[in-house]
């Protein structure tokens, strides 16, 4: 006789094996605005009635001695009430200020699950009176009308924010029995229901075996119970709750980045559809102005790959660096630099040839000049022989 044990699948038992008894930890969602060209160095004290303090990350061994992040402003906003998917949840919301004319909002949700799949309801979180992407962004409008007195050509109106989703799950994972579960065998066992979170795919059936490894292949683990997976859209880190900050931060300048990366490449096309369309048509404006106007987003988008590298300053092989060069492939920033490089080389030829055409205005005006000068000069001569 066959015991009920011997009757299961090895699959189906090394499954059970690695069950999760509960998840807790928090949904962390990250929105990054770009609200104006730059900001004043006028350091701020009060924001939407809160203290305003420097943002400062703990280091640990997956991080150097000496850590050379970027500290920005910060403000941390009363948590507020709302009724979630799953019942009351206490949201926390904190805002970070950039000197590149940017803000990034962040906003936690602590969720307690007994499985993967029912996280998906958090990706686009419904409150029983309200969206809070809607939520956020009200949010950001005020910020932006507070700032206004710090802020360097702001923006007429905000363009859509640069979102991100960050699913954190405390560790260790503990198995129904009480075991202690290496976080790599966990998601070797969960695939299919990590890849279909990160997708935000409710049936996890119609997820096909290459899209859940493609979705899941970038991850990294430092010990033994921590596991970050790093997605285009979303994240899922497992670590100690003390640990989640560090790579948050590092996930939520990536999506800075990205934000304003993004804003300078729509200033971009509008100077150069701007610039052609006054080439081809004659306006009325000057080619003096159109240089000007070229010469100063050359200066613009040189400062700006200035700041902008100051601010995400990871070199190195340490873990947060490789956190960092995963989610940068992910968001594609190298393309989004690359182009942004390609629409400036075409500026630069641009201001090349407008200043080329000027020059030689200039040499054919002297040219005529000099020209006129020696007929004058000769008109002068043949009078005085005359007489």
């Known amino acids: ?9 090895p ?3 090394k499954a059970s ?3 999760v008894k509960q998840y807790v930890g928090e949904v962390v969602y990250l929105y990054a605005f770009d609200v104006a060209y730059d900001m004043s160095r006028q350091p701020i004290r009060e924001l939407l009635g809160q203290p305003v303090a420097q943002f400062v990350v703990d280091s640990s061994k997956r991080s ?3 850590l050379f992040f970027y500290k920005p402003q910060m403000v941390r906003l009363p948590p507020l009430e709302r009724l979630g998917p799953h019942g009351a949840v206490r949201m926390e919301r904190v ?3 950039l000197p590149v004319g940017a803000i990034s909002i962040l906003v936690r949700v602590p969720f307690s699950v007994s499985r993967v799949e029912d996280l998906v309801d958090y990706h686009d979180l419904e409150f029983r009176n309200g969206v809070l992407q809607e939520e956020v962004r009200h949010l950001a409008e005020e910020i932006r009308r507070e700032l206004k007195p710090y802020l360097i050509r702001p923006v007429a109106q905000l363009a859509p924010e640069e979102a991100y989703t960050v699913f954190c799950i405390k560790s260790p994972l503990l198995t129904i029995d009480g075991a202690s579960l290496s976080a790599e065998d966990w998601l070797r066992s969960q695939r299919r229901e990590v ?5 935000q795919e409710p049936d996890i059936e119609h997820l096909s075996k290459q899209e859940a490894e493609e979705s899941t292949q970038r991850y990294l683990s430092y010990y033994e119970h921590d596991l970050v997976v790093v997605d285009w859209d979303a994240a899922l880190i497992v670590d100690e709750s003390e640990n989640f900050d560090e790579t948050l931060y590092v996930m939520e300048l990536a999506n800075l980045q990205l934000a304003e990366l993004e804003a300078y490449d729509r200033m971009l096309d509008e100077a150069l559809e701007r610039s052609y369309r006054d080439l081809s048509e004659h306006r009325a404006r000057t080619r003096a102005d159109i240089l000007r106007e070229l010469r100063d987003i050359r200066i613009d988008l040189a400062r700006f790959n200035d700041e902008l590298s100051n601010i995400t300053k990871f070199f190195g092989d340490w873990h947060l660096a490789r956190v960092y060069e995963n989610i940068s492939a992910r968001f594609h920033l190298g393309d989004w630099h690359r182009s942004i490089d390609g629409k400036l080389k075409t500026l630069d030829d641009l201001y090349q040839l407008l200043k080329h055409d000027q020059n030689n205005r200039w040499m054919l005006i ?3 000049t000099i020209v006129l000068l020696f007929v004058i000069d000769l008109v002068i001569l043949f009078l005085g022989l005359k007489r």
């Open 11 to 13: 699959v189906e038992l």
């Open 1 to 9: 006789m066959i015991s009920p044990a011997q009757n299961i699948k």
């Open 195 to 199: 890849a279909s979170l990160l997708t």
């Open 17 to 19: 094996l690695n069950q």
């Open 64 to 66: 150097p001695r000496h």
């Open 366 to 368: 002297l040219e005529s």
């Open 95 to 97: 805002v970070k200020i």
